[in-house]
């Protein structure tokens, strides 16, 4: 069993930053890729960003933060963050961190590292609101 428990959400004008935060607790050694996650209003939840989390360190983004949003871990304290820039009215939605617990090929390829059907451990997600 994974814990993920999400923090940094808030409400920023467009333009504006903020920072998420995702602690994990229990066997998080059994985790392979920890990601982020959005769903907006209306709308199907889409992968962020997502990070492999052992050797090589590989990240991946969606298209339309790449650029903007930077993902980042700290393996000591077991901590995922999301940097977020440059910040759209499309950027509101609430986020969510997950964790996906097997690789699906070569990490390198990040096949399935955006995929909300890879992953099985999810936090309860915190809110973003960007105003234009």
């Known amino acids: 069993q994974v814990q993920l428990v999400e923090s940094g959400g808030g409400s920023v004008q467009a333009g504006g930053s903020l920072r998420l935060s995702c602690a994990a607790s229990?066997?998080?050694?059994?985790?392979?890729?920890r990601g982020w996650f959005r769903q907006a209003p209306g709308k199907r939840r889409e992968g962020v960003a997502a990070?492999?989390?052992?050797?090589?360190?590989?990240?991946y983004y969606a298209d339309s933060v790449k650029g903007r949003f930077t993902i980042s871990q700290d393996n000591a304290k077991n901590t995922l963050y999301l940097q977020m820039n440059s910040l759209k009215p499309e950027d509101t939605a609430m986020y969510y961190c997950?964790?996906?617990?097997?690789?699906?090929?070569?990490?390198?390829?990040?096949?399935?590292?955006?995929?909300?059907?890879?992953?099985?451990?999810w936090g309860q997600g915190t809110q973003v609101t960007v105003s234009s």
């Open positions: 229990g066997a998080t050694d059994t985790i392979y890729y």
């Open positions: 997950a964790s996906k617990n097997w690789v699906t090929g070569p990490p390198a390829l990040g096949i399935g590292s955006l995929t909300e059907s890879e992953y099985y451990y």
């Open positions: 990070v492999y989390t052992r050797r090589g360190g590989y990240t």
